[in-house]
């Protein structure tokens, strides 16, 4: 055990080029970055990641910006200048990967597309995120989360019956295939250019990736030939022992008894025995018994539910805002909230046997603030990197 305790982290020794901006590309890289990675962050000489001025600033950038750029370093390059270009190149053949999310064809039309970095590194993993992918015929289609989950089927099936799509806060396309398709996508590549030599380009698509989890309507095709209406299957409100219940204080329960074990402890706890016959109960009958279910539930506010609930092992909890889901009191027990420079962030979301939890640094409060020392580490001078900022380069 106290040897385990002393390991590096798993990622340490990689280096990688961060390209991109906003929320996918930059969590992705945090996530490498709370391994062990380097994650040298590449921002443009002008705005850079417009995301440190997105909503509600903490300090001299926004908490959006702090809490998915922290552990990573700053260089401002512009990699319209020849030089900027060059710099880029001279850190691409010490790197093992580079991350970007330009639309296809803007990195090489620059000169820095997978083939031209191939030839200065042809080990290091190459990794684009996008929409629609590098092919097919929206690639050069502009697009949101809200689009690429709604082309991926994903979005029709969010929301109650007989309502509209539901809109999530959590970007499922951004963060399910912008962020962890990518992450997987480099580790992938990453474990393969080691033993071969050879890197690849990941070409990540969020709707593809978003798609490709879509696994419970894809059974549902696969058996009936099409979807069942929004909010009509086992998992979206059609059986009375899955689903969400008002309470009194107009609050919610989730209550997540699949199992038959579960539910009909949950009905005992209810104190209505005689609905253990409806547990997976749909149509007429279903209906009847949810709406039984939701006046037992609308009896009492969510805290008297938790309190009954709370010692009753039958998957029944609260549904928690996310202020209150922080203080909760496993979620603390696992360490998922910590406090980064003053500002609450959410820990890896991983936990590894010899991995030494520690507070990483914060994001990188000014565009280029390591500009100098990478330079540096490149063999540059102070009065070269002097007349490369003078030149617009960096």
């Known amino acids: 055990?106290?040897?385990?305790?002393?390991?590096?982290?798993?990622?340490?020794?990689?280096?990688?080029?961060?390209?991109?901006?906003?929320?996918?590309?930059?969590?992705?890289?945090?996530?490498?970055a709370d391994y062990g990675a380097e994650v040298i962050k590449i921002e443009d000489t002008g705005a850079?990641?417009?995301?440190?001025?997105?909503?509600?600033?903490?300090?001299?950038?926004?908490?959006?910006?702090q809490v998915v750029n922290r552990g990573k370093k700053s260089l401002r390059l512009d990699l319209k200048h020849p030089e900027g270009r060059a710099l880029l190149l001279r850190l691409v053949a010490g790197a093992d990967a580079l991350v970007e999310g330009f639309?296809?064809?803007?990195?090489?039309?620059?000169?820095?597309?997978?083939?031209?970095?191939?030839?200065?590194?042809?080990?290091?993993?190459?990794?684009?995120?996008?929409?629609?992918?590098?092919?097919?015929?929206?690639?050069?289609r502009a697009g949101h989360d809200i689009n690429y989950i709604g082309y991926a089927g994903v979005l029709d099936q969010i929301g109650t019956a007989g309502g509209a799509?539901?809109?999530?806060?959590?970007?499922?396309?951004?963060?399910?295939?912008g962020t962890m398709a990518a992450v997987m996508g480099m580790l992938v590549a990453l474990i393969d250019a080691r033993g071969s030599g050879q890197g690849r380009h990941v070409d990540v698509a969020m709707t593809d990736a978003a798609m490709a989890h879509a696994i419970f309507p894809l059974v549902e095709v696969l058996a009936q030939g099409a979807v069942r209406p929004r909010g009509e299957d086992?998992?979206?409100?059609?059986?009375?022992?899955?689903?969400?219940?008002?309470?009194?204080?107009?609050?919610?329960?989730?209550?997540?008894?699949?199992?038959?074990?579960?539910?009909?402890?949950?009905?005992?706890?209810?104190?209505?025995?005689?609905?253990?016959p409806a547990h997976l109960a749909t149509g007429e009958d279903g209906a009847r018994a949810r709406a039984e279910v939701a006046a037992i539930f609308r009896s009492r506010t969510q805290a008297q539910w938790m309190a009954v609930f709370d010692g009753v092992d039958c998957c029944v909890t609260p549904v928690l805002r996310l202020d209150e889901a922080m203080e909760n009191r496993h979620i603390r027990a696992r360490g998922m909230v910590q406090e980064v420079a003053g500002v609450r962030q959410f820990g890896p979301p991983v936990r590894m046997s010899g991995l030494e939890a520690k507070a990483p640094s914060a994001a990188p409060a000014r565009a280029g603030a390591d500009s100098d020392a990478i330079l540096q580490s490149l063999g540059l001078g102070a009065l070269e990197i002097a007349r490369l900022r003078a030149a617009g380069a960096i």
């Not at 106290?2 to 280096?15: I, M």
């Not at 039309?109 to 996008?130: E, F, H, Q």
């Not at 799509?165 to 951004?174: R, W």
Request: a neutral charge; hydrophobic letters at 35%.
């Open 103 to 140: 639309r296809p064809g803007v990195m090489d039309k620059l000169g820095l597309g997978y083939d031209a970095i191939a030839a200065i590194n042809p080990r290091l993993v190459y990794c684009s995120i996008t929409g629609y992918g590098q092919t097919g015929p929206y690639a050069l």
């Open 48 to 65: 850079g990641d417009y995301a440190r001025t997105m909503g509600a600033m903490g300090g001299d950038t926004s908490f959006f910006y």
């Open 1 to 32: 055990m106290t040897a385990s305790r002393h390991r590096p982290p798993p990622l340490q020794g990689l280096r990688i080029l961060d390209l991109t901006r906003l929320l996918p590309g930059p969590l992705a890289t945090q996530h490498l």
């Open 165 to 177: 799509p539901a809109m999530s806060n959590l970007q499922i396309g951004d963060l399910l295939g």
């Open 234 to 276: 086992l998992l979206t409100g059609g059986v009375p022992c899955y689903g969400v219940y008002e309470t009194a204080d107009g609050r919610h329960m989730a209550v997540g008894s699949l199992e038959e074990k579960f539910w009909h402890l949950t009905c005992d706890t209810l104190g209505r025995p005689d609905l253990k």
